[in-house]
């Protein structure tokens, strides 16, 4: 069972059919004991990294996720749930994150349009059962104005954005995605679904 973690942040119903579309049934739920249960959680999220986090302490959620991943079930962030799998953001403060993977959030201090909004093609760096459908230079779809600043070592794909920005990241069982799949089309759809596959 898939479970789509409900913290009153983000577009869960959008990121549950983008999986439906690949053959994944998912569950919706912010209850402790359906997460406890889960093959695979899902972490999707929009909007601010403190409040984000304060939604998670609101729903005594923190604990459970990260027992969920000390088990070694997987677990995947997307856009703002990603970012909150690190150590700390700096969006309008300094926050405590989920402190899965070491680095933290910051700004996107660069000449170009912020928000980072719209389609950019995804650069590899090492292979990952992630990618099995999709090929280097790939669109995906991207929606943020900070990004993940963290050694390369779980880097696994990134956009050039007048930085290189983080797109997809791996700790082990622990994947964050930047864009939205569910946003990315036949792209994010593949991806998806090579995610789904390596569950089973």
Request: contains cysteine.
């Amino acid at each position: 069972m898939h479970v789509i973690i409900d913290y009153d942040v983000g577009n869960l119903d959008s990121v549950q059919r983008a999986f439906k579309r690949v053959g994944i049934d998912t569950i919706i739920s912010g209850d402790k004991e359906v997460i406890k249960d889960a093959k695979s959680l899902i972490l999707p999220g929009v909007g601010a990294f403190g409040d984000a986090m304060e939604k998670l302490k609101e729903r005594d959620l923190i604990k459970s996720i990260k027992r969920h991943v000390n088990c070694g079930k997987f677990l995947i962030g997307i856009c703002l749930g990603m970012q909150l799998l690190y150590e700390k953001g700096y969006e309008y403060g300094e926050y405590q994150g989920l402190d899965l993977i070491k680095g933290s959030v910051k700004i996107l201090d660069i000449s170009l349009k912020v928000p980072h909004m719209g389609w950019n093609q995804l650069n590899f760096i090492k292979k990952d059962p992630v990618l099995r459908y999709i090929k280097e230079n790939d669109y995906v779809y991207f929606v943020h104005s900070y990004y993940v600043n963290s050694s390369q070592n779980e880097l696994i794909a990134y956009a050039d954005y007048e930085k290189k920005i983080p797109a997809i990241v791996r700790k082990k069982n622990i994947y964050g995605m930047q864009f939205h799949p569910e946003k990315s089309g036949d792209v994010g759809e593949k991806i998806l679904k090579a995610y789904g596959e390596m569950i089973k």
